[in-house]
Every structure is written in C-alpha cells, then in structure tokens.
C-alpha cells in the first residue's frame, strides 16, 4: 500500500492561499483572546477552588446554584463534566472567595451547603474520611472487638470506604448497598450515626492567588525557553535562517492552538502546557525532515532555482510526513476520545496542534526558506540557504560508516 | 549467520529480560493475579492515579529571621549596658518585611568604635552602618541571613517529616519545592483528610510555661480596664483557646501573662497521651534535666501562683501550682482522644522554626484515580492496537519488524519505570501513549526512505543500507527537539506534568535503540535468509 507515489504539488505556488489561511485562523485566535473569551485560564494559573461532585442522580444545577447562594459563595461556575450518566459537575470559585490565611474554607462551604437535610448530629458517609469512620467505629463498637479493636476496625473502615469508593464510584446510594460487604452490626451501627448525602466529592484542587501567579510565569517562561531551545538546535544544526523559519512556525502553532482554546473557551490548565512544549518540540520533526531533504537537494541540484528545490523536497517528503503525523494523530485520537475527561484539554491541544504542526511545516516553514532568499537577492546580496556546505562533512561520514 | 548476528541478538534479548525484570521483577506466579501484583509493586502510581493530597506550603522564613534579630537586641542592649554605651532606642523599622534590620537611636558619636566592637565580638552574623544622628544601623550580613532562611526551610521539612512519618503515611514525598521561595512540597498518598494533616503540620508546636499574672477576661479592653488601663510591667495579654479542635469557641477569653517563660518546648525529653482521673485524654510530659531543674526552681518559687500552659501564643490552661513540680507533668484541655494523640506528637516531633502557610491543596479521590487509570489504558490499548494495525497493512512484512521494535520500545520504557522508581501519572500514560505515536515515526522515515532507494532501483540490502543511514540523523534530530522541550518541561513542571516529562523522554531515548539497532538487525536477519535478488517485504 502506498499513500502517494511520486507526488508533484505545487505547494510554493499556492503560498498565497496558505498565508490567507493561515492569517484568518492566527487573526480570528487572537480576536478571541483579545475581545472575546480572552485566554481562558484554568485554576491552575487563575487559581480558585475547582470540587469535583458526584451525584447519585442527576444533578439540578439551579438547585445547586441555589444552595451555594444561600451559603453566601458569590458567584460560582457551575459545569456539567463528563458523559451524562456519571452525574458530576464541578463547581468551581474564582480566586476572590479563595485566599491563603484559610485555603479550604471555600471547598467546606460548598460541601456543607450541599448536604442538605442532614439530619442533626449525624455525620456524612458519604463524606467522611476512613480515621473518622474508624473513630466511630471504636466509640461504637458494635463487633465487640475487645483488644483488637483498633486494627479490626481500621480494616473495617477502610473496607467500607474502598468499597464507597472503587465499587461505588464515591457515592453511596443507601446504607443497603453495604450489605455483603460488611458485618450488619456494623451497617447498623453507622446508620445511627451517619447519613448518606445524594453526593460524593472526587476531586478538589485549591490554588492560592501566589502559586497561580508563579505557575503563569513559569509557564511563559516554558514556551519562550522552548522556543528558544529550538532556535538554537535548528541554527547550529542548519542555518540560522531555518532556525528561524522553524520558530515562526512553531510560534504561528502554538498562536492558533491557543487561539482555538480561547474560541472554544476551553480552559488551560497546566496538562496543556505540557502540550503545547510538546508540539513545539514535535511540529518541528515534520519541519526537521523537509529541511534535511532541501539540504540534501542542494547539493544534488545545484543550478536548479530555490523553489523548485523545495518544492521537489516538501513532495519528496510528503508520504513520509503524512505517515508520521497521521500515526502520531491517530494515537493522539485515541487520547480524545477515550483517555477520559482529566486529559480532556491535553488531548484537545495535541488533535489541533498536530493537525496545524503539519501543515505549517509544509505551507509556512519552508516557503519562508524561499521569500527570505528572494528577499536577499531583491537586495542584491548573496543567497545565504543555498550553503550547505557546513553539514557536508558529517553526512560524508554517515555514509562511510553505512 | 554469523557471529556478529549472534551477539546482537543476545544483546536484545538480555535488554528485553532486564526491561522485563524492571516492569514485574521476579513475579510470585505467573498468573493474571501474580502479574498484576507484581507490577503495580514495581511501577509507582502518582497521587492523580492512587488518590491523595498534595500540598504546596511555603515557610514564613521571616519568622526565624525574627526571632534572631529578637536575640540580637536582647544581646546587643545588655552588651551596652554593660560597657556603659547609652542609646535611647533600638528598634526593627519593618519587623514585618525586615526582621533583619535593627536601629539604634541616639548612641553618642564617641561610642561609635564601642558598638561596632560589640556587634564585631558578640554578633558576628551582623555589620553595622551608620544612618543620620547618631543613629546606627545593625543588619544581619547578606550571606548569613539565606543562610538562616534556607536552614528554617531545611528544619521545617525536617520537623514535618517527623510528623507525617508518625502518622503512618506510606511513601510520603516532603521536599523542598524550587519553583518558589522558600516552599515545600508535601505528597501524601492515600490520605483522604487533609484538614488532620494540615493541623498537624501547621501547628508550630512552641510550648512555653508562664506565670499567669490574671484573667480570664472576655476581651483586651475588659483586661486593660482592670489594671486602669495599663499592663502591668513585663507583662503580655494572651488569648486563651482551646488548642486542637478546629472550630474556635465563639467567646473569646484573654489572659495576663507574665514576659519571660520558665521553661520552653525545647526543654522537653518526651511527650504521650495519657488520661486523667476522670478518664480525659490529657497529654503528660518529661523535661530534661536542664530543664527540670529550671522548673523545679520555677514552681518551687511560686507555689500558689498560676502557670500557665501556653502553645503557640495561645493560653492552653492555666493552674494553680499547688507544690514544686520537677521534671514532669501533664496538660490538660479539653482534648478529644485524637487531638491528644496529635498534640503529643507534635510536641515530640519538635517546634517548626517558623510559621507555615498553605499555597495550594489538591485531594484526589481514589475513585476518580482509578476512573483515570481505567481510560487512560483503554486509551492506550486502543492507541497501540491502531498503530500496530496500521504498520501491518501499510508495510506487510516490514511492518511486522516496526511492530516488534514498537513493542519492544514500550517494555523497556515500563521497565525503566519500574527501575527508576519513577512515578507514573496520568499525563505520564498519556506520555507513554504518545511515545508509541512518535516512536513509530522513526520507523516510518527509515520504511520509506527505504522505499524511495528501492523504487531507485536499488538492490534490498544496499537500499536497507541507505535507508537507515540517511535516516539516522533526522530521527536524531527529530527526538533531540522533543526531548529539549521534555527536559524543559521537567524542570518547570510539578507532578503529574513532570510525570510526562519522564515518560516522554524516555519513551523516546529507548526508541533510538528499538527503531534504529533492534529493526536493523532483523532487516539484516531476513535479508541473510533471503536469496540474492529476492524482494523484500515492504508493502
């Protein structure tokens, strides 16, 4: 089976469209973030308190909104997350409502406000960590467990919350569910002292106004070492120029993957970080392979003119580029559509990004290449790509070696 | 076959059994169960897959600083008294940002030489330097005061390592976190009660016994009013609490206390939980003997007076000294049998040299893990599956070589996993996923390289030769670029990101060996098996 079997696009001479594609994505990302849903941060970087809760039903939002409402929590965001029949929503507040001197007063609030009609002076099962059903357990005793008391029912608590929590996915829907799992005694004696709220909590992430600010220079700083870490590599590898070329490439990549978070609204958190340095490093292996194969042309063609070269390069190549990036895409599909909702945002990142990685190595990486080369001769000067002969030494090696 | 051959294979074969012994190590049966067992002993989960809390706290470093600049001043007025040096003041400007800077006003101009040969001798960490009328200037020296700072972090991670260790929390990470000043990452798996381990962290644990001197008052201005409006000399009002349990009593009580402690938490030998007569936990101690000494002298001078417990700054208990007490005795509050446990332990771990604050706070739940876990290996099974597929209909023969080298690649990453000790998170299967995406990269440059030589007309060994031989240096160039920005991300990212990190990287450095030697030499292997002329099997 073959993709393309000498393919021959004119890919320079439809720069033009590239650019206005090109231009209409970049300009549209940039609006966004500009005017629009700006860049949207996640708590990571915004900080804020961000709950995860699963409920046994489905969740009413109104209801929900209502209670935080009246727990004083101004403003929450209220979210449906993951597929319908999980139940869950994250409740998230913005970082006015979280503060250092007490970090986790927003997250006690909304689980108190959500466990409404708790019956007085009984406690959350659903709720409730495994040393405070432990505690209970020993005031209680209902095993009558005599010296063993204490790891009997630390292994009974923890049990019981295992079950809660891997079997029942963090909910429990009623004290019966428990049957079989431990001692009746036991149900029994948690019911007294214990009720079941409609939900459980899977997940909190509480970030101070401090590190949220740290995280967003240090993720600036990220991208821009990474930027620079690939221009230096490219420079000494090539020229100067594809180090160049390359970066304006990954950096027009990474502009409308950012532009397509802030069109969507989707929120960035440090798991797109990572994959945006991801697909800096990556959308240059397709670039990487174009420019070895030019280098490699103009040796082999030296009266042929810039352009043709990197057309024959870039449709030389074609197969090959398709290939990786379209293996490399199906395992990141892979990612999308099944790696859950955590990864949700980092997958979502590397689909468009590879997508764009692609295609900006074949219509911005290398027609830059040729309009500098044109823009040197328009001034009269002396074609600085069509040098290689700095590389040719180590290639003359390879192949004795080979 | 020749030799040659014979050493490579072995050469893949011991690294896939090593890689192998990283992932399970030497399993206790071959069984499904036995495997899994022996894996996840092996390949450490990150909190995101095992649930747990993470903690980013940052200590209040100026509080250390403070409380030596506080030594200095007490040093630096008796040195002065004793050399007759006179001085109308010393103060700190900005105790809050600068606990590091002393002034002292209205030291004559012919004492100069006096002060700066006291700060000399008996305060070697300070310099001085001279501000307008007489006024002086003694500053901790640049060098010794991050000496101080970076030690108050290094005795915090210290004292809380102390704590956690004795709550039982296994494979507790508790380091210094270099992303920001002065701050500490704290990872405890399996811990589903973070408001327990922070109480328990956060209290700073200073243990210090007074004389009571008054009180209880309801408030600041009903104790000022009792004495008319001023305190007693060498006196303090303290608020009173009752230390451990987290919701504060609404009624707030304030105590009159007298300046100077008796005997400290540093004088303590040993602390437990024990009980009263009416079967109360209360928490009883043992002094040095410095320091029962000290007490006992204390106590023995004021029998019928108060003492007055107090922990950090807050009046726990005060009671009457009804005899000498030497080198033990008990608190008591009203504790609840875990508070009693938890103060005794604190109280044995030692005092934190300074206030801590809490930055950030994550929990995950064991069940959204193990969601996790589960899509994130559907993910990748999925992903795999795909690939391997793809390899096979678009390479036919060839494509069952990049399957063996994708494969291959993975082992050795898990193993390398299980060796490292490295944990693996959720961005990390999605590392190892991806991995596979880009680690066929490199066999697809090399397939079509060698393709594009055959359709040249090329011989099947020669066009293998060149294949890889043109192919080598962009697929390293190609893996140096992801891997810069990996090596990037590790050093910028925490947990779950630095988690991708590792995987990536070396997803991909294995892949240098699998892609490029491990499928050479089966080429070279079907190619020696081959008749001359014979076409190879690449789609």
């Known amino acids: 089976m073959e993709l393309f079997r000498n393919p021959n696009i004119d890919f320079l001479g439809k720069k033009w469209y590239f650019l206005a594609f090109s231009l209409i994505f970049s300009v549209a990302g940039v609006f966004s973030m500009l005017f629009w849903h700006h860049i949207p941060l996640g708590i990571d970087f915004s900080g804020g308190t961000l709950v995860e809760v699963k409920f046994t039903h489905s969740p009413d939002d109104n209801a929900i909104r209502s ?25 998230n507040l913005s970082q006015e409502e979280t503060n250092e001197q007490a970090l986790d007063r927003g997250k006690d609030l909304i689980i108190k406000a959500l466990e409404k009609n708790a019956p007085a002076g009984k406690q959350d099962l659903n709720n409730a960590s495994v040393l405070s059903v432990t505690n209970y357990l020993l005031e209680k005793d209902p095993l009558h467990a005599g010296v063993e008391a204490n790891q009997r029912y630390a292994a009974i608590a923890q049990q019981i919350v295992n079950f809660r929590d891997k079997s029942k996915g963090g909910v429990l829907a009623s004290f019966d569910d428990m049957k079989g799992v431990v001692d009746p005694a036991v149900i029994a004696a948690l019911q007294d002292g214990y009720f079941l709220s409609d939900f459980g909590v899977r997940n909190v992430s509480i970030v101070g106004p401090q590190v949220g600010k740290q995280l967003q220079t240090q993720a600036k700083w990220a991208v821009v070492y990474s930027m620079l870490g690939m221009l230096v590599y490219l420079a000494f590898r090539f020229e100067w120029i594809y180090g160049v070329a390359a970066v304006v490439t990954v950096f027009h990549d990474t502009l409308i993957t950012v532009g397509a978070f802030s069109l969507t609204n989707k929120e960035i958190s440090l798991t797109v970080i990572a994959a945006i340095l991801t697909l800096i490093g990556y959308s240059n292996n397709d670039t990487i392979v174009i420019f070895d194969r030019i280098r490699e042309n103009l040796k082999l063609m030296r009266r042929e003119k810039l352009s043709d070269i990197v057309n024959k390069s870039i449709n030389q190549t074609l197969s090959r580029t398709i290939l990786t990036a379209g293996l490399t895409f199906l395992t990141v599909l892979a990612l999308y559509l099944f790696g859950g909702e955590v990864l949700h945002g980092f997958s979502f990142a590397l689909v468009i990004g590879i997508l764009i990685g692609t295609y900006s190595s074949i219509a911005i990486a290398a027609p830059i290449l040729v309009a500098y080369q044109d823009w040197r001769a328009g001034r009269g000067r002396k074609p600085a790509v069509l040098a290689p002969a700095k590389e040719s030494g180590r290639r003359e090696k390879v192949k004795a070696k080979a | 076959m020749n030799k040659n051959f014979a050493w490579k294979l072995a050469l893949i074969v011991g690294t896939l059994l090593v890689f192998l012994f990283g992932i399970f190590g030497i399993p206790r049966s071959l069984s499904k169960q036995g495997l899994a067992e022996a894996l996840t002993n092996r390949i450490h989960l990150g909190l995101d897959l095992k649930g747990g809390t993470h903690l980013i706290l940052q200590v209040q470093v100026n509080d250390a600083v403070k409380v030596d600049a506080d030594n200095a001043i007490e040093r630096l007025k008796a040195d002065m008294k004793a050399r007759k040096i006179n001085y109308t003041e010393i103060t700190q400007p900005d105790p809050a940002n600068h606990p590091e800077q002393i002034v002292t006003k209205g030291v004559p101009p012919e004492s100069r030489s006096d002060l700066m040969a006291i700060v000399n001798e008996r305060l070697p960490e300070y310099t001085v330097s001279s501000g307008a009328e007489n006024t002086w200037m003694v500053s901790m020296k640049a060098q010794a005061l991050s000496e101080l700072k970076n030690r108050a972090v290094q005795q915090a991670i210290e004292t809380i390592r102390n704590r956690i260790d004795q709550l039982g929390v296994s494979e507790p990470v508790i380091e210094e976190h270099g992303l920001g000043d002065y701050q500490i990452l704290v990872q405890l798996p399996g811990v589903d009660d973070p408001a327990r381990v922070k109480d328990i962290m956060q209290s700073t644990a200073m243990l210090e016994f007074r004389q009571g001197m008054g009180g209880p008052y309801p408030s600041q201005e009903a104790a000022l009013q009792e004495h008319g409006g001023v305190l007693p000399p060498d006196t303090v009002l303290m608020p009173g609490r009752s230390i451990g349990s987290r919701q504060n009593p609404e009624g707030e009580t304030w105590y009159l206390i007298s300046r100077a402690s008796a005997v ?32 006992a002298a204390f106590t023995g001078a004021h029998v019928g007076d108060n003492l007055a417990v107090i922990l950090d700054n807050k009046v726990q208990e005060v009671a009457v000294i009804k005899e000498q007490i030497h080198d033990q005795g008990v608190i008591n509050g009203h504790f609840g049998d875990q508070e009693a446990k938890d103060l005794a332990m604190v109280l044995r771990s030692g005092a934190l040299p300074a206030g801590i604050k809490y930055l950030e706070e994550r929990t995950v739940g064991p069940s959204l893990g193990s969601d996790s876990i589960r899509a994130g290996v559907t993910a990748a099974i999925i992903g795999m599956l795909a690939v391997l597929v793809f390899m096979l209909l678009y390479y036919h023969g060839a494509g069952i070589n990049a399957d063996v080298a994708l494969i291959l690649n993975l082992i050795i990453l898990l193993g390398f996993l299980g060796f490292s000790g490295a944990t693996l998170t959720l961005p990390g299967i999605a590392g190892v996923i991806l991995t596979v995406g880009m680690g066929v990269d490199s066999n697809v440059l090399i397939f079509e390289r060698i393709r594009e030589e055959l359709r040249n007309g090329k011989t099947p060994p020669s066009a293998v030769e060149q294949g890889f031989g043109h192919a080598w240096i962009t697929i390293v160039d190609t893996h140096v670029t992801t891997i810069v920005t990996a090596a990037i991300l590790f050093i910028f990212g925490t947990g779950p990101v630095r988690g991708f990190a590792v995987t990536l990287t070396f997803g991909l450095l294995a892949n240098l060996f699998t892609a490029v030697f491990v499928s050479r030499v089966i080429f070279d292997w079907i190619l020696s098996r081959k008749q001359r002329g014979e076409a190879l099997s690449i789609g």
């Open chain 1, 67 to 91: 209670a935080l409402d009246r727990a004083g929590l101004r403003q929450p965001k209220i979210q449906r997350f993951g597929s319908a029949a999980s139940n869950e929503v994250l409740i």
């Open chain 2, 264 to 295: 400290t938490g540093r004088d303590l030998r040993n602390a437990s939980q024990s009980r009263d007569e009416n079967g109360q936990p209360n928490v009883s101690f043992q002094l040095t003997g410095e320091g029962g000494r000290r007490f």
